[in-house]
């Protein structure tokens, strides 16, 4: 059973370029978090999401920034003229139930900003 | 509001030491505590629970009691190995609305010698 699963691993961009972070969650997992997590910052909440909802954005950016999980596919993460502010793991976790107690975790995305 | 304080690292310990991470939270209700733990390059991995006041998670020999008089998860192992070298993060769910969110700490990062 695969785990949560990530890609890239690995992102750099220009400033002004858009990047793309995408997250398969575990199998029979329909729900989907975001969490950026930042030097001397640790984890901080973005957005959770249900197949075709957003339920709690409370944690993206107003701008730039938004995510999807459409009923086919991964989840989206998608960062809009990405400044070097935006450099950070970017990691997304899964859960079997609504705001499951126990997340389950991918390797993250590392995404570097130029 | 809902909070959760860890006590700062890095810690730096030799092998076979004992190993405690102080974390003491604030929360309205009543939360279930967690310990998850991020080996370098990786994702979070949960370590241990607790759901319930004087309730103790344990796992690969690491524990921690739910203390609800002095609102305290603190992490501990008798005997730390340099394998355990991570960065190990307390966590609380809380109810938001109809739904229920992590709330982080920041993290502490323990280096284990050898």
């Known amino acids: 059973n695969a785990g949560v699963m990530q890609n890239p691993r690995h992102l750099v961009r220009r400033r002004g370029q858009e990047a793309r972070l995408r997250c398969s969650p575990m199998?029979?997992?329909?729900?989907v978090y975001w969490y950026r997590q930042l030097p001397e910052e640790g984890l901080k909440f973005m957005v959770y999401?249900?197949?075709?909802?957003?339920?709690?954005e409370s944690g993206m950016p107003k701008e730039r920034f938004s995510a999807e999980f459409p009923k086919e596919g991964p989840s989206i993460l998608r960062i809009q003229q990405v400044v070097r502010g935006d450099s950070a793991a970017y990691f997304c976790?899964?859960?079997?139930?609504?705001?499951?107690?126990?997340?389950?975790f991918g390797p993250g995305t590392r995404l570097t900003v130029t | 509001g809902n909070s959760v304080t860890q006590m700062e690292g890095p810690v730096t310990l030799s092998e076979e030491a004992f190993l405690t991470i102080n974390c003491t939270y604030t929360?309205?209700?009543?939360?279930?505590l967690f310990w998850y733990v991020q080996y370098p390059g990786e994702g979070l991995q949960l370590l241990l629970k607790?759901?319930?006041a004087d309730d103790k998670g344990s796992n690969k020999g690491f524990e921690a009691t739910y203390r609800k008089e002095t609102t305290s998860f603190h992490l501990e192992k008798g005997s730390v190995q340099v394998s355990d070298s991570a960065v190990y993060f307390c966590?609380?769910?809380?109810?938001?609305?109809?739904?229920?969110?992590?709330?982080w700490g920041l993290g502490t990062s323990l280096a284990v010698n050898p």
């Open positions: 929360a309205t209700g009543y939360p279930s």
């Open positions: 607790a759901t319930k």
């Open positions: 199998k029979g997992h329909s729900h």
């Open positions: 999401l249900q197949k075709e909802n957003i339920i709690d």
């Open positions: 966590a609380l769910s809380v109810r938001a609305g109809n739904n229920r969110k992590l709330i």
């Open positions: 976790a899964s859960s079997p139930l609504a705001q499951g107690d126990e997340q389950y």
